[in-house]
């Protein structure tokens, strides 16, 4: 096959070789090709999905895999533990606030991203920093600017005298939450200027030359061209870095345990701690279950949303 | 009448010229605002790599200069005195072989989904962008099981296995993209040419899909790199661990944090992903434009 068969016009397809002629069809190519993929996910991700929904309806654990139904008795112990139900109070508040910051944030860094400036690479680099390193090496970062000693926060505000001793971010319930939503804002805002990036260069220049043109000044522009045409695409953007946020584990599991004493546990770090370490299986697989329903939702609108940028 | 004319023109002119100063003062604010909030941890971090103990360890001290001579001491460590190469080798073998993977899954499935024309094949885009929203927090629990019955617990392979679950989906839809943009008058042209279907996707349009196949190296590269939840539930054993879980679990020795160590990981793991992400960052914006919009 390293050179095209040369074959006469007009009979080439119809008269090749059985294995030649599979290849040329359609049906057979598109199923043959697929198959592999969804296989693949079928068995690892279908598959486990199921698992969980039965694992949370029985009374497995680690010690003792055997199956036993237990109807919805695990969801009822879950919910009345007041540890997860602080975990699903902060998993939402953590996931509404970064995002109401995230999306003011990323929509200005998008729009000073796009203008041409000096030093314009490099500023890239640093500015995609938070989001490219793994999640658990940029919050060591973290862990240790917001040390209970040594933080340089607390030395400058000390230094100006705004300050005696030290805060213990992370040993005081309201500054621990604080610094969670900090370190989740800090590395979903690059991610979400780049997507909305994506959807500032889809707006077509001629848009904006008429706006100039009709004398409609930046702000003009911004307000009743720019953000309408780009609502779509901060959607997304919104949604993915939602998605990102409320399941992620990496940030408060290397930040504070879950700490101090559970207040900033989220929905993963419950279920991990409770399925994994605990080794009750059941009852972390309804644990992380509760996360299902909202990443539906949010699947139906990012959907939704990328059919009104295809409209557009 | 003349005379007035131009003085304001003039006048206009000077208020758009200082109306541009300001936007530009105002951007380049914007500018140093948004780098010093997204660099200052890292910029705290690489200053305490080189530190000295007794320089770190000492409240008067200021924080962000060296009072004492920098060192490589604890840089040196890192490398020579932890199992951090051990981490760094097992990340890059499981990310070569989850690029692999990846590559060898989608690309013929994103061709089965976007050149093919087969009924099913929108609700099926469909399924496997749903797929995609299933995290890792969610399947981790019933996994352990899966992973302990194929006995890859405690192992990199876990990792190579269970990778592809995340970067597939993406991948797939990401380079449907790139392959709606090729025009189909060069697959029917390398079909009279002979080619079958199957020789014209694997010797025509692959390489023109090249951009997207960067994309999606880069992509499923960095996740496996960052991946946390699995490689925590799934790898205990030092000689197995990635970096992002060898680097938080193995440098503090109980309530020992190697402070000086720790930060160099991550400024050393930082920095290169970074360089490859903003040399690749153009493509990613229109890989997922295409994705999005024409998927």
Known sequence: ?312 | MDLSDTTEVEVARRAARRRRTGARVALYGLVLAFTGMAAFPFVWATITAFKRNQDLYNRANNPFVFNLDPTLEHVDLLLSGTAFPTFARNTLLVGVLVVAITLALSLPAAYSLARLDMPWGGAMGIAIFFVYLIPPSLLFISLSRVVATLRLQDSVWALVVLYPTITVPVSVWLLMGFFKTIPREIEEQATIDGYSRFGAFARILVPLAFPGIVAVVVFAFTLSASEFIYALAFVARTSEKTISIGVPTELVRGDVFFWQSLQAATVMVAVPIALVFNLFLERFITGFTMGAVKG
């Open chain 1, 1 to 312: 096959m390293s050179t095209p068969p040369a074959t006469a016009a007009g009979t080439a397809g119809t008269a090749e070789p059985g294995g030649r002629y599979l290849l040329d069809r359609k049906g057979f190519l598109a199923r043959v090709m697929l198959l592999p993929a969804v296989v693949y996910i079928v068995a690892l991700v279908a598959v486990p999905f199921f698992l969980a929904i039965a694992y949370s309806l029985s009374d497995v654990t680690v010690g003792d895999p055997s199956f036993d139904f237990v109807g919805l008795r695990n969801f009822a112990t879950v919910v009345g533990d007041p540890t997860f139900r602080r975990a699903l109070l902060n998993t939402v508040l953590i996931t509404v606030v970064a995002m109401a910051l995230v999306v003011v944030l990323a929509k200005v860094l998008a729009l000073v991203l796009v203008q041409d400036f000096r030093g314009k690479w490099v500023v890239r680099l640093l500015v995609l920093l938070p989001w490219t390193t793994p999640t658990s090496l940029a919050t060591i970062a973290w862990v240790w600017l917001l040390d209970s000693l040594f933080s340089p926060i607390d030395w400058v505000l000390r230094q100006l005298g705004l300050l005696e001793g030290n805060l213990y971010w992370l040993g005081n319930e309201g500054l621990a939450m604080t610094s969670v939503i900090a370190v989740q804002t800090w590395r979903i805002v690059p991610l979400a200027a780049v997507i909305i990036m994506a959807g500032l260069s889809a707006i077509p220049s001629d848009i904006n030359d008429a706006a100039k043109v009709d004398g409609a000044g930046f702000w003009r522009t911004l307000f009743e061209i720019t953000i309408p045409m780009t609502l779509p695409v901060i959607a997304v953007a919104t949604l993915f870095g939602a998605i990102v946020v409320f399941t992620d584990m990496a940030v408060v599991f290397v930040l504070t345990r879950g700490g101090p004493v559970d207040a900033t546990q989220v929905l993963s770090s419950w279920a991990f701690f409770r399925g994994i370490q605990g080794g009750d299986l059941a009852q972390g697989a309804a644990i992380a279950l509760f996360l299902f329903p909202v990443l539906l939702v949010f699947a139906v609108l990012i959907l939704r949303s990328a059919k009104r940028m295809e409209v557009m």
